[in-house]
């Protein structure tokens, strides 16, 4: 059974700064990524990278604040959140799939979520 578990969420000030991690049980993912749910929301794409190492952005979402990065030996994707806002709050979510896109349908498999509240 495929298993992806987030950590790192938590509750932090306006312009403080944060840093998910995901961690695959089995294998490396060709694409992980990371999308977030504000309650009544929909599920949003925030950035996705390749095995590779390339990586893709939600601009309007992240705006230059956030940095996603990967570790293929250790099978774990992270994003590193700075200057946070309290409209980035939300549950993160890790996901991975075949190849990038920025719709949840492409993503196989998705871990159970990590809340990131940010105060003002």
């Known amino acids: 059974q495929v298993q992806l578990a987030e950590s790192g969420g938590g509750l932090v000030q306006a312009g403080g700064s944060l840093r998910l991690s995901c961690a695959a049980s089995?294998?490396?993912?060709?694409?992980m990524g990371w999308f977030r749910q504000a309650p009544g929301k929909e599920r949003e794409f925030v950035a996705a990278?390749?095995?590779?190492?390339?990586?893709?952005y939600n601009t309007a979402s992240v705006k230059g604040r956030f940095t996603i990065s990967r570790d293929n030996a250790k099978n774990t994707v992270s994003l590193q959140m700075n200057s946070l806002k309290p409209e980035d709050t939300a549950v993160y979510y890790c996901?991975?799939?075949?190849?990038?896109?920025?719709?949840?349908?492409?993503?196989?498999?998705w871990g159970q979520g990590t809340q990131v509240t940010v105060s003002s």
């Open positions: 990278i390749s095995w590779s190492g390339v990586s893709t």
């Open positions: 996901a991975a799939g075949p190849a990038t896109s920025t719709s949840r349908a492409s993503y196989d498999y």
């Open positions: 089995i294998r490396t993912f060709h694409v």
